[in-house]
C-alpha cells in the first residue's frame, strides 16, 4: 500500500486524527487524584515511545497502526476504481 496519492492536507488530517486517538488515552492515564509518580513517568514514556514508532513507520509509508490514515486510502482507491 502506498500514501502518495493521498494529499499532504488529507495525511495532515488523518494524522492528526490517529494522534489525537493516542494523545486521548494518554490524558485518561493522567486523570485521577491517586496517581503515583512512576506511574505518570511511565505512561508519558510510554506515549513518547508510541510518537517515535508511528513517526517511523509513517516514514516508510507503512499504515497499521494509522486507522484513520488507512480507512482514508480505502476510500481514496474505491473511488479510483469507480472512476475507471
Known sequence: MSISRIT???KH???FDDFAQI???LNRQLQGKMKHL???IGAIKAFEGKLLLRNSLMNKQ???CFP???TKLEVMI???ILDI
Open 38 to 40: 512512576m506511574h505518570v
Open 62 to 64: 507503512v499504515l497499521p
Open 13 to 15: 488530517t488523518a494524522y
Open 8 to 10: 499532504s492536507r488529507d
Open 23 to 25: 494523545l486521548n488515552i
Open 68 to 70: 484513520n490514515m488507512t
Open 78 to 80: 474505491a473511488s479510483c
